[in-house]
């Protein structure tokens, strides 16, 4: 049996609605919104796991800080920054698209 979490519906969901935004305007107000809707979340999981963390908690922090980082949630965005220039998030292929997709978003 899969293992997801809300964020991966969260995430679709949104990236459908962005996907589907027929003018910049619509784009970006829906961009908008899903910072205001993602930015108190990713603020409560934070980036360090709990001692007794569950395992939902833990897929749904990696959505959160991915969806964040790629709606161009600053805060998240400079931290992902920090962490890779500092070597805690490696450098590896696995990794590329997440960069990719903030370049693209404009979160450089």
């Known amino acids: 049996m899969k293992t997801t979490s809300s964020g991966d519906g ?3 969901g949104l990236g459908s609605l962005i996907a589907i935004a027929n003018n910049e305007d619509t784009y ?8 205001w809707l993602i930015m108190p979340l990713s ?3 934070g980036w360090e796991p709990a001692a007794s963390e569950e395992l939902f908690t833990t897929l749904l922090r990696l ?3 991915m969806l964040a980082g790629s ?9 992902a920054r920090r ?5 805690a998030i490696p ?12 370049t693209q978003w404009g979160c450089n």
């Open 10 to 12: 969260l995430r679709a």
């Open 28 to 35: 970006e107000q829906l961009r908008t919104f899903g910072r």
């Open 43 to 45: 603020k409560r999981l």
């Open 63 to 65: 959505d959160t800080l």
């Open 71 to 79: 709606l161009g949630v600053e805060a998240v965005v400079a931290e």
């Open 83 to 87: 962490r890779f220039q500092q070597g």
């Open 91 to 102: 450098a590896e292929p696995s990794n590329w698209h997440l960069l990719h997709n903030w």
